[in-house]
Nanobody
Framework: QVQLVESGGGLVQPGGSLRLSCAAS????????MGWFRQAPGKPREMVAT???????NYASSVKGRFTISRDNAKATVSLQMNSLKAEDTAVYYC??????????WGQGTQVTVSS
């Protein structure tokens, strides 16, 4: 079983920064990719950023240039540095892990609120 534990959400003013972190634990799995998704009220969950075990990175167009994803393969952690935050970035952010057999795991979610 895989567990994902997120940290780092909170309230920030527009233009501010936050850093989200996620640590994977458990046994019997190998990681294909990790990343972050988000869901705002009344909207479907959307991909924010992903990074594969080989280092391939994808960003949503709405966050490109503002957010940076990074990963520590040895520690099975993934982080998301979020800069120049906007009100429309407000959402619950979920850590995601896809194993090499393409099984998906999700964290419990962490709230990010951008407001003055």
């Amino acid at each position: 079983q895989v567990q994902l534990v997120e940290s780092g959400g909170g309230l920030v003013q527009p233009g501010g920064s936050l850093r989200l972190s996620c640590a994977a634990s458990g046994s019997g799995f190998s990681i294909y990719a990790m990343g972050w998704f988000r869901q705002a009220p009344g909207k479907p969950r959307e991909m924010v950023a992903t990074i594969s075990s080989g280092g391939t990175i994808n960003y949503a167009s709405s966050v490109k240039g503002r957010f940076t994803i990074s990963r520590d393969n040895a520690k099975a952690t993934v982080s998301l540095q979020m800069n120049s935050l906007k009100a429309e970035d407000t959402a619950v952010y979920y850590c995601h892990l896809r194993s090499i057999v393409f099984r998906d795991y999700w964290g419990q979610g962490t709230q990010v609120t951008v407001s003055s």
